[in-house]
């Protein structure tokens, strides 16, 4: 796997800033394993792929993750921090405790089944698409196998419960990982082009030997500017 730092970060965002969040994250993985064919991530088990997100996250950004939320119940901002280390480990324990107990008649959603799903006019139909692409649904075995497919699909799940400062609320956040290290490159990306501009506009240097600078050495430069 390749951290996506400096050139390889800012490429990255221009890849995927205008591409909706699943066909984003098929680019995102492309970058960081290239030897891989789009339609292996995009068949991969949203378990899996999460944990390899997570993954490439803590390469790219660290572990710490931080994030906000919003009180259900008093409207009060939620602050929570994350190990994406410890994130990516527990979906793995769930993924195997799902491969034990075998995949009969229905097998986890991937990329591309959310893609297809995305197609539906609304999330009932698009429920209908992942149930039609993704179990063995008949007159007899509905209700098993419904059991089944969320049951399989909870690996690909990372709930927090949160703890509201402002009133007795302990609300859970299903956290879309995909999403979030969306946003993140995205604000990752726009931090190293200030730095770029402020150090090239003192320096004269270009944005190649800039991008290639540790992200210690720009901000140890940054910092004599301000002196």
Known sequence: MGALTGEKLLRAWEAVRELPDQEAVLRLL??????????????????????????????????????????????????????????????????????????????????????????????????????????????????????????????????????CPECPARPALDLDVAGFLLREIAAAARRLMREIHELASAYGWSERDLTAMSPARRAAYLEMLSV
């Open 30 to 163: 492309a970058l960081a394993w290239p030897k891989r064919a789009r339609s292996e991530w995009a068949q991969m088990p949203l378990g899996e792929r999460n944990a390899l997100l997570l993954e490439l996250r803590a390469a790219t950004l660290g572990r710490r993750m931080e994030g906000f939320a919003e009180c259900p119940a008093c409207g009060a901002l939620l602050e929570f921090v994350l190990d994406a280390g410890e994130l990516g480990e527990q979906l793995r324990a769930q993924l195997a405790a799902v491969e034990e107990s075998g995949q009969e008649m229905a097998r986890p959603v991937n990329t591309a089944d959310l893609i297809a799903a995305g197609a539906g006019e609304d999330e009932e139909q698009a429920r209908r698409i992942l149930l039609a692409r993704t179990t063995k649904l008949d007159g007899n075995a509905g209700d098993g196998v419904l059991e089944r497919f969320e049951r399989i699909n909870r690996a690909a799940e990372i709930r927090i419960e949160l703890a």
